[in-house]
């Protein structure tokens, strides 16, 4: 059995790997994900609404209901009237990329980390290379890409984004799974 220590170079390389591979489908890739977002109607109308309503970061749900409220006549009706969303607001300020890359990194190293400890979990020093790719990518495919699923299910993110993102988590998952093959023990 390979200890996780023993895997440190595959690790980091597929973190690494799935980085630039995120980059390229994020910075390179335009036409891949920038059709999936759209601009408010009236945006600085909606934004001055917010910002008059003193709206602070956060996760906001509209129309806002506690579990109990649900079945009231007045709730369904706003539920009918629509619009009917969620929206996540950010701090106010310039965008700043540096932070989150280096958040999306950290994440792509606890991928790789737990792709890691389940494969020297169920494979030994000297298992078929296919085998260690097969089961890294799937590990690394699951982690990356089911994660979008749920924002369709609950929250109406259009499942056209989800069964994109759900792509590039299998784009994520066979570079982690070849990285982890080829410097297999």
Request: hydrophobic residues 55%; aromatic residues 12%; positive net charge.
């Amino acid at each position: 059995m390979l200890s996780i220590a023993q895997l440190w170079l595959p690790t980091l390389l597929s973190a690494v790997g799935v980085f630039i591979a995120s980059s390229i489908l994020h910075m390179v890739l335009k036409f891949w994900h920038m059709p999936d977002y759209k601009a408010l109607p009236n945006e600085d109308v909606v934004r001055n609404a917010l910002r008059s309503a003193g709206a602070a970061p956060g996760l906001y749900v509209t129309p806002y209901c506690r579990m109990e409220d649900m079945k009231k006549p007045e709730m369904a009706e706003k539920y009918r009237q629509g619009p009917v969303g969620m929206l996540i607001l950010r701090r106010p300020g310039e965008m700043k990329m540096g932070p989150n890359l280096i958040q999306w990194f950290i994440f792509c190293l606890i991928v790789s980390v737990f792709c890691a400890y389940v494969a020297s979990s169920v494979m030994v020093a000297g298992t078929p290379l296919r085998q260690v790719f097969r089961v890294v990518a799937t590990i690394g495919f699951m982690a990356y890409a089911f994660a979008a699923i749920p924002m369709s299910i609950w929250w109406g993110q259009p499942w056209k984004v989800t069964i994109k993102d759900a792509i590039d988590g299998l784009i994520y998952g066979l570079v982690t799974g070849a990285l982890f093959a080829w410097l297999w023990a």
